[in-house]
């Protein structure tokens, strides 16, 4: 997104920015401090990540203005030429990536993909068996706070508080008990992996359909670095298209073709209206990155810089939830290890511009916006560059600075360190500008 100028023309991106510097000031003053803060700081919050610099270009572009209500061929709007030609390209390459037989790019987050393929296969009342959402799983996997907590009848299991093991012959117990429609396994704070055959074969037992929501690891899924679920015979899988997958913010619903028309007409027109085609721009690019070797290789490195960081934090005292980590997160019970709930513990890492999420865990006592741990994870910095031996200096920051809150100096003097061994590590998309 470097700004340049020929002969006596502005490039258009330099000229939309000078233009919203003088028509919003505020506005552009809030960017320019989002864009230093990203500069300056190490993401660890999981679910973000740094997009493509192509990814940020299409964003921006006139796709944004284009209305594009309907499927490609049967549209509800004129002038469809090139966002037909743009969605094809996302679905066929969804496809290709995760090796599925159908694909609907057009979910505007990962709330409404998951709320589609409720709707689109199931009837009201039917009972889904799901991750607890204490234990690690999402609010859309039957909270009783959300919209389908109340509409579904959400059976939820839990993990081994110890280990964080899944009990599948609990599960199969409650299968068969409770009579699912859909077994949903797939995670929002379970730092372990899935034993995708154990939920299929329970699922088959009763006649269920199987469902991964991979909106975490759909990168690392898509990178060959975590196991597909459609190679153990899974009827649908979601995810979101940001996290490690380093898309726009979007969803998508991968299915095999006998789900197709039930699901498309679910999303539209049955949960959305028109799709944003600058985003589904955005996703094309992404699934066009994702086929690539370095991105295999970047995928890759998360987990190896994952399971460093986790058994670093270990090393030096701290306790993770499950005992370590088998995908691109960890939850930290700061309570036991530092005698810091998770909103303090945020906070104070706030301070040395290293940011993290406050974090619930099995079970906990404590409410959900003063929790008793932070989650971390890898996507972001692996993004910038980072490796297995930052990971070690990193886990030494974050176990400093938590185990001495009160420190100012101290604090101080890492988030200096911090800034400075930032600079190390390019933001993509942000290279070469200076604001």
Request: net charge negative; glycine share 10%.
């Amino acid at each position: 997104m470097t700004a340049t100028q020929t002969g006596n023309e502005i490039h258009p991106v330099l000229k939309n920015r000078l233009d919203l510097q003088q028509s919003d000031p505020q506005v552009y003053a809030a960017l320019l401090g989002e864009e230093q803060r990203q500069r300056d700081g190490i993401e660890l919050i999981p679910s973000e990540n740094y997009t493509f610099p192509e990814v940020l270009a299409v964003l921006g572009s006139v796709f944004t203005n284009k209305y594009s209500e309907g499927y490609p061929g049967r549209r509800y709007y004129g002038g469809q030429t090139y966002t037909d030609e743009i969605e094809n390209l996302a679905r066929d390459r969804a496809k290709a990536v995760f090796r599925c037989e159908h694909a609907n790019v057009q979910p505007l987050s990962g709330s409404a993909m998951n709320q589609a393929v409720y709707l689109g296969l199931l009837e009201p009342g039917d009972t889904i068996l799901a991750m607890d959402l204490s234990h690690g799983g999402h609010l859309t996997h039957g909270a009783p706070v959300s919209h389908m907590g109340k509409l579904f009848n959400f059976v939820r299991y839990i993990t081994n508080p110890v280990d964080g093991s899944i009990d599948y012959d609990q599960i199969r117990a409650d299968a068969k008990l409770h009579k699912p429609k859909l077994v949903l396994c797939g995670y929002t704070s379970y730092p372990r992996d899935i034993d995708y055959q154990a939920f299929k074969s329970i699922a088959d037992e009763v006649g269920a359909l199987t469902m991964t929501d991979a909106s975490h690891f759909g990168g690392l899924v898509a990178g060959d670095a975590m196991e597909n679920p459609f190679d153990h015979g899974f009827d649908i899988v979601t995810t979101t298209t940001h996290k490690s997958l380093r898309g726009p913010r979007g969803g998508m619903v991968l299915s095999r073709k006998k789900f197709a028309k039930k699901l498309d007409k679910s999303v539209f027109p049955g949960l959305q209206g028109g799709p944003h085609m600058n985003a589904i721009a955005g996703i094309a690019v992404t699934l066009g990155k994702a086929q690539t070797d370095e991105f295999k290789q970047y995928a890759e490195q998360v987990l190896k810089n994952s399971k460093t960081l986790a058994g670093a934090l270990m090393d030096q005292g701290a306790e993770l939830i499950a005992g370590g980590t088998d995908n691109h997160m960890m939850v930290i019970d700061t309570v036991k290890s530092f005698g810091l709930d998770g909103k303090v513990a945020e906070e104070v890492l706030d301070q040395v511009q290293i940011t993290t999420n406050k974090q619930i865990i099995p079970d906990d006592p404590n409410p959900p916006l003063k929790p008793s741990g932070i989650r971390i994870g890898t996507p972001a910095a692996t993004t910038r560059g980072m490796q297995e031996g930052d990971m070690q200096l990193l886990a030494s920051w974050l176990v400093t600075c938590l185990k001495n809150p009160g420190d100012e100096a101290m604090l101080a003097e890492v988030a200096e360190q911090v800034q400075q061994f930032c600079q190390k590590f390019p933001v993509p998309g942000l290279e070469g500008e200076n604001g």
